[in-house]
């Protein structure tokens, strides 16, 4: 058995009620692929300490699922490419802490030209969320339309296909000392 705790530190692993584990990932997603590779390493033989000592030194690569400071605001960062990824993502959200969503969305050949499996994704989560929404990239328009298929107002919404002025303006509308979940 495990017990999962997420919190805004990482991850906090109790497998069996007698071995802990805490990384600094964080994310549902990523404690599932935590705890599949402790118990493989552990399957074969190596030690709890060098397993520990493998997840204090992991680098994550950044926007996949990623903390990080700027200008006295936290951004937490996530890579999304399908609707269960999306989903994981959503269930992490909470409007209490975070003081704007951004949400960018490109169709680059590295990012896939589908972006059909939009309307499986649970943006009606959201649809009570009264702050600042900021919508970007290439495909930024649609995902705007999928927001108000949700229940999400326009006028809550900034539109740009310009990434680099969508993340501006995220950056100019997060207060100092708040979050942005994107």
């Known amino acids: 058995s495990a017990k999962i ?3 805004d530190d990482g991850i906090e692993l109790v497998i069996n009620d007698d071995l802990t584990f805490n990384s600094k990932l964080v994310g549902f997603y990523n ?3 935590l705890l599949g590779a402790i118990s493989l390493a552990l399957s074969i033989g190596i030690s709890e300490d060098t397993i520990q000592k493998g997840l204090d030194n992991y680098q994550n690569i950044f926007g ?5 400071e700027k200008n006295d605001r936290t ?3 996530q890579l999304i490419k399908n609707t269960a990824g999306a989903n994981q993502c959503i269930k992490q959200f909470d409007d ?3 003081s704007a969503l951004a949400i960018f969305m490109n169709d680059n050949s590295a990012d896939g030209k589908d ?14 969320f009264q702050k600042e929404i900021v919508i970007g990239g290439t495909r930024a328009k649609e995902v705007a339309l999928r927001l108000k298929h949700a229940g999400l107002k326009e006028e809550k919404m900034y539109i740009s296909e310009n990434i680099a002025q969508s993340y501006s303006f995220a950056m100019r509308n997060t207060q100092k000392k708040q979050s942005l979940f994107g």
């Not at 996949?64 to 990080?68: A, E, K, L, S």
């Not at 972006?115 to 009570?128: A, C, G, P, R, T």
């Open 31 to 33: 404690a599932y692929n």
């Open 64 to 68: 996949r699922t990623d903390i990080f």
């Open 75 to 77: 951004f937490f960062v």
């Open 5 to 7: 705790v997420l919190n």
């Open 115 to 128: 972006i059909s499996w939009i309307y499986d994704v649970n943006f009606e989560y959201f649809k009570d």
């Open 96 to 98: 209490e802490k975070y």
